[in-house]
């Protein structure tokens, strides 16, 4: 495959900026263009070290603006789509599902229809394109504690309203392959977990609270089961995927790492107050479990031997060590943190793109 001028959708995100990282860093002769709205959870900060660099353009755009980006695909001949722009939090999609839909499901609507009309209107077509979606497990709904694992060929049962909106948009990627022949790919991962997390989700909440003697709100009984994986290898089995992956084929993503809630927390705990010098057992006592999440999915655990055995992909980092090295960025982080809680990046992008 030759793509040079990738789109990175959601590459001011959490996981975006890793992926944005990593090409930027690994592909010198790649453009890569990241576009993303800047809502509550893109922050720029996450990729200030490569700002400057001359193969990384940064375009602050809604996906769900159908002219602005096929405007992009022109503008940046753009043969590659790697998509991450989505709303990601459970708790807000119980909220506000709109919002969810809107992005998650018309916004992936939009980019699939600029890439589809960009791309047919190329005298090679669809040759040597590729538009990649990046999704989650939660599209297969929620598994007994039975030792059984999401397959690629599990059948999709989603939830929550986030779940529900990141399926549906899996269902209009594979639907354009179908239809149009557009070359799609698209990948499930499990939870993610390293530097740069925006601090609503579990362990950089539960870091921060852990530093400042806040309650930690534990959903039900904290006995949920989650497969997490260090950030960094996502990013590396997207690189793997994008380049090497079937088209039309789905690959699974995980780090066979299953942890309880409860136990991943107090593993958590340990490690802040280690490293802040505390005694074991110190902030034991903030663990304050509250009403559980409407819906709240029992257990996911992903089989991700496919992506193993085809493409040579396994995950990188031990737990121990990748939770070792993420409460160290969080705790050595504090203004990141500091300026993500106070909205005081938000206040800087309105004064900066308030006029475009
Ligand atoms: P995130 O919430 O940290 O980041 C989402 C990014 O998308 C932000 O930069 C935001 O500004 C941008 N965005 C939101 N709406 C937009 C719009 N309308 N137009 C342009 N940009 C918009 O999310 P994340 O955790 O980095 O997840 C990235 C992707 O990976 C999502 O598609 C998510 O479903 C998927 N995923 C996440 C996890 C996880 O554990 N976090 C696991 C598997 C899959
Ligand atoms: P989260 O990080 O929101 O990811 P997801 O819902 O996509 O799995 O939550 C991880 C798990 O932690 C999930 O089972 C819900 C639970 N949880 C809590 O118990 N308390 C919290 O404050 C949060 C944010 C999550």
Redesign the pocket.
Known sequence: MSVRNIIVTGGAGFIGNHVVRLFVNKYPDYRIINVDKLTYAGNLANLSDIEGRPNYTFVRADICDFDRMLALMKEYEVDGIIHLAAE????RSIKDPFTFARTNVLGTLSLLQAARIYWESRPEGYEGKRFHHVS?D?VYGALEMNGEFFLETTKYNPH?P?SASKASSDHFVRAFHDTYGMPTVVTNCS?NYGPYQFP????P??INNIRHGKP?????K?E???DWLYVEDHARAIDTVFHLGKTADTYNIGGFNEWR?IDL?KVVIRTVDRLLGRPEGHSDHLITY?TD?AG??LR?AIDSTKLKNELGWEPSLQFEEGIERTVRWYLDHQQWLDDITSGEYEKYYESMYSNR
């Open positions: 990601s939090h459970v708790d989650t939660e929550s986030y939870n609503e989700k579990l362990i909440l539960f930690l709100p534990v959903y039900g904290g949920n089961v989650r809630n927390i509250v999440r709240h999915d996911y």
